[in-house]
């Protein structure tokens, strides 16, 4: 399951290190060009909106199997278009299709006992993070060696191939409710005015990824223009930042222990040191510290944050993952709107100063959330009577 988490998120990543390349194929600028990244975190975030509730009323695995044929169709399409707002759409069908990861997380979560389910939460985005960084290595060797239309090719025979396992090896799962589509879609309002702690980990998530997908937007740039290197040094740094991945695991323990709020407050902490090295000396060694910080600290939050939304209400898990992933994406798309433009107007400093910024933002509300509760706490117990 871990494994089809990476394979699935993987096809929103495969675009990053090719941007140098689409803007040589369609002769435009690095602002037009980010729209590509932009419209694959959209489209994710659609595909989350609409999808990943379903995994409340219909069964899993078949609804799990549809969006992936749907995907493989759609990067094939992808490969052959002619134009640049053509690629654009593609990507965003892409990832709205692409979200099957999401489907199985909350799945996994109802089969882990209950003190074990930040560790199952680590181990699944080991497998997503993994997809996610490897992508990005592998699109910057096929994109250097055989062009940008094959990557998208070849990756729509890796969703076939992926279909193909999972039809023999995933469980069958029942759904946990029973009620129409347009029921469901409202039930989302009701379950995100009522659930309020639902609120902080979906701002938090939303910034902390913000920050690093307007990293990955911009790198391909970074390395063309300040480096003199093309689509497959940048895609190595994949490779650098499955240190993250690893630390999956590790975090979901480290948060079952020491408590998600400790957890996150630390981590954001550690994203905010990167994108402060990585401003203050762009040299090749420097990146690599700080994408393996970065990384590190953005899963964190991630692995925290959404443990700790999957616990809220079991009986809609499929529905708050929705809301805690919409927002999250939300705030990649944001990420990766910032990082081109940015780029086209301050180049790496700005780029760098805006990271900082949505982690600062990140660890601001994360702070005063966690003083408010623990003011609420303190008066429940003032209140309380003695025995």
Same mark, same amino acid.
């Given at each position: 399951?871990?494994?089809?988490?990476?394979?699935?998120?993987?096809?929103?990543?495969?675009?990053?290190?090719?941007?140098?390349?689409?803007?040589?194929?369609?002769?435009?600028?690095?602002?037009?060009?980010?729209?590509?990244?932009?419209?694959?975190?959209?489209?994710?975030?659609?595909?989350?909106?609409?999808?990943?509730?379903?995994?409340?009323?219909?069964?899993?695995?078949?609804?799990?199997?549809?969006?992936?044929?749907?995907?493989?169709?759609?990067?094939?399409? =992808?490969?052959?278009?002619?134009?640049?707002?053509?690629?654009?759409?593609?990507?965003?069908?892409?990832?709205?299709?692409?979200?099957?990861?999401?489907?199985?997380?909350?799945?996994?979560?109802?089969?882990?006992?209950?003190?074990?389910?930040?560790?199952?939460?680590?181990?699944?985005?080991?497998?997503?993070?993994?997809?996610?960084?490897?992508?990005?290595?592998?699109?910057?060797?096929?994109?250097?060696?055989?062009?940008?239309?094959?990557?998208?090719?070849?990756?729509?025979?890796?969703?076939?191939?992926?279909?193909?396992?999972?039809?023999?090896?995933?469980?069958?799962?029942?759904?946990?409710?029973?009620?129409?589509?347009?029921?469901? /879609?409202?039930?989302?309002?009701?379950?995100?005015?009522?659930?309020? *702690?639902?609120?902080?980990?979906?701002?938090?998530?939303?910034?902390?990824?913000?920050?690093?997908?307007?990293?990955?937007?911009?790198?391909?740039?970074?390395?063309?223009?300040?480096?003199?290197?093309?689509? =497959?040094?940048?895609?190595?740094?994949?490779?650098?930042?499955?240190?993250?991945?690893?630390?999956?695991?590790?975090?979901?323990?480290?948060?079952?222990?020491?408590?998600?709020?400790?957890?996150?407050?630390?981590?954001?902490?550690? =994203?905010?040191?990167?994108?402060?090295?990585?401003?203050?000396?762009?040299?090749?060694?420097?990146?690599?510290?700080?994408?393996?910080?970065?990384?590190?600290?953005?899963?964190?939050?991630?692995?925290?944050?959404?443990?700790?939304?999957?616990?809220? *209400?079991?009986?809609?898990?499929?529905?708050?993952?929705?809301?805690?992933?919409?927002?999250?994406?939300?705030?990649?798309?944001?990420?990766?709107?910032?990082?081109?433009?940015?780029?086209?107007?301050?180049?790496?400093?700005?780029?760098?100063?805006?990271?900082?910024?949505?982690?600062?933002?990140?660890? /601001?509300?994360?702070?005063?959330?966690?003083?408010?509760?623990?003011?609420?706490?303190?008066?429940?117990?003032?209140?309380?009577?003695?025995?």
């Amino acid at each position: 399951m871990a494994t089809a988490c990476g394979a699935c998120v993987a096809n929103i990543c495969y675009n990053q290190p090719l941007l140098g390349e689409f803007a040589s194929t369609f002769n435009a600028s690095p602002a037009q060009v980010g729209f590509v990244a932009v419209a694959s975190q959209i489209g994710y975030g659609l595909g989350l909106l609409f999808f990943l509730p379903l995994g409340d009323i219909v069964e899993r695995r078949t609804l799990v199997l549809r969006l992936i044929y749907l995907c493989a169709s759609f990067l094939a399409l =992808t490969a052959l278009v002619p134009t640049l707002w053509l690629l654009i759409v593609g990507n965003l069908l892409i990832g709205a299709t692409s979200m099957g990861a999401q489907i199985l997380i909350p799945l996994a979560v109802e089969l882990s006992p209950p003190e074990q389910r930040g560790q199952t939460v680590g181990v699944m985005m080991s497998g997503l993070l993994g997809g996610i960084l490897l992508a990005r290595t592998i699109a910057g060797v096929v994109g250097d060696h055989l062009g940008w239309r094959a990557m998208f090719g070849l990756a729509s025979v890796v969703m076939l191939a992926l279909a193909f396992l999972l039809r023999r090896r995933l469980p069958l799962h029942p759904p946990s409710a029973a009620m129409p589509y347009v029921q469901l /879609m409202r039930s989302l309002w009701t379950v995100f005015k009522t659930q309020r *702690l639902l609120w902080r980990p979906a701002a938090v998530g939303a910034l902390s990824f913000g920050s690093f997908t307007a990293f990955w937007v911009s790198l391909s740039f970074l390395m063309a223009e300040t480096f003199h290197r093309g689509p =497959t040094e940048t895609g190595l740094f994949g490779i650098v930042g499955l240190v993250g991945a690893l630390a999956a695991p590790l975090a979901g323990r480290f948060a079952d222990r020491k408590g998600a709020a400790f957890t996150v407050s630390a981590a954001l902490l550690v =994203t905010l040191a990167a994108f402060g090295l990585m401003w203050s000396w762009v040299t090749i060694p420097v990146l690599i510290l700080g994408v393996l910080l970065m990384d590190v600290g953005v899963q964190t939050v991630q692995v925290a944050e959404q443990g700790n939304v999957l616990s809220l *209400l079991p009986e809609a898990r499929s529905r708050l993952n929705t809301l805690y992933m919409v927002a999250r994406f939300m705030g990649g798309a944001l990420g990766s709107l910032l990082g081109a433009t940015l780029w086209s107007l301050g180049r790496w400093p700005a780029v760098c100063a805006a990271a900082i910024g949505l982690n600062a933002l990140a660890w /601001m509300i994360h702070l005063v959330a966690q003083r408010r509760r623990c003011d609420l706490s303190a008066l429940t117990l003032d209140r309380t009577p003695a025995s």
